[in-house]
C-alpha cells in the first residue's frame, strides 16, 4: 500500500523541549518537503530535500532542522527556537518531473504548545 | 514576492450548480499550475495539473489557464454538497525551480 505516512497525528511541546515529526514515503520519490500551515493563511515551505543527504532551507527555516539520511524518510525537528509553533504541518513528496513535477501530501500532524 | 492570490471566500452554490474558482499569480515565468482540495482538518489532495494554455478536464473538474492573464480558474459542474471544501491554487516552475508557491485557498460551501 503506497502512499506518505506522518507519525503522530498530534504531537504536543512543552516549553523549552524538541519534539520531532516523522515522514516517511514508500513511492520511491526523490524529492521530500516540510510545510507549516497557519489558519487564514497558505502553505509555507520550510525545508525542502531533493536527494538523500542533502536539503535545503525553504522561506521559514529558523527554529527548525531536518535530516535526509534514507529516501524514504525526512524526520522534522521543531527546536526550542521555534517560539510560535503551534500549526499543522505536511510533509510532501514528489518524483522530479520537470515541469510536470507534483507534490503529494502526507495526513498531517497537529502541534500544539502546552 | 512572488505571490498566488485566490478569494478567500466562502464562495456558496446551489447542488447541481457550477462552482468557479479563481487565482491569479504574479510570475510570468510560473509554468506548472495545480489545484488541491483541502477538507477540513485534513491534508491537501490534488485535483488537477496544468501546464499549457487552455481547458483540461478531468471528471466534473475542468482547469482553465491564461498565461497572458496569469489566471488560473477551476470548474467544478453539478456540484454535490461533498465537494464543500477548501481549494488551494499552487504554482511552480518558475526559473527552473521546483518550489511551489500556494494560495490562500477559497472556501467553497455546497448547499443541498
Known amino acids: 500500500d503506497g502512499g506518505i505516512t506522518q507519525s503522530p497525528k498530534y504531537l504536543f511541546r512543552k516549553e523549552g523541549q524538541n519534539v520531532t515529526l516523522s515522514c516517511e514515503q514508500n513511492?520511491?520519490?526523490?524529492?521530500m518537503y516540510w510545510y507549516r500551515q497557519d489558519p487564514g493563511q497558505g502553505l509555507r515551505l520550510i525545508y525542502y530535500?531533493?536527494?538523500?543527504?542533502?536539503?535545503q532551507k525553504g522561506d521559514i527555516a529558523e527554529g527548525y532542522s531536518v535530516s535526509r539520511e534514507k529516501k524514504e524518510s525526512f524526520p522534522l525537528t521543531v527546536t526550542s527556537a521555534q517560539k510560535n509553533p503551534t500549526a499543522f504541518y505536511l510533509c510532501?513528496?514528489?518524483?522530479?518531473?520537470?515541469?510536470?513535477?507534483?507534490?503529494?501530501f502526507g495526513p498531517g500532524t497537529r502541534l500544539l504548545v502546552l | 514576492q512572488k505571490e498566488v492570490e485566490q478569494n478567500s471566500g466562502p464562495l456558496s452554490v446551489p447542488e447541481g450548480a457550477i462552482a468557479s474558482l479563481n487565482c491569479t499569480y504574479s510570475d510570468r515565468g510560473s509554468q506548472s499550475f495545480f489545484w488541491y482540495r483541502q477538507y477540513s482538518g485534513k491534508s491537501p489532495e490534488l485535483i488537477m495539473s496544468?501546464?499549457?494554455?487552455g481547458d483540461k478536464e478531468d471528471g466534473r473538474f475542468t482547469a482553465q489557464l491564461n498565461k497572458a492573464s496569469q489566471y488560473v480558474s477551476l470548474l467544478i459542474r453539478d456540484s454535490q454538497p461533498s465537494d464543500s471544501a477548501t481549494y488551494l491554487c499552487a504554482v511552480s516552475g518558475s526559473s527552473g525551480t521546483y518550489k511551489y508557491i500556494f494560495g490562500t485557498g477559497t472556501r467553497l460551501k455546497v448547499l443541498a
Open positions: 513511492l520511491n520519490h526523490d524529492a
Open positions: 496544468i501546464y499549457s494554455n
Open positions: 530535500s531533493q536527494i538523500v543527504n542533502d536539503f
Open positions: 510532501a513528496s514528489s518524483i522530479e518531473r520537470g515541469i510536470q513535477e507534483t507534490q503529494y
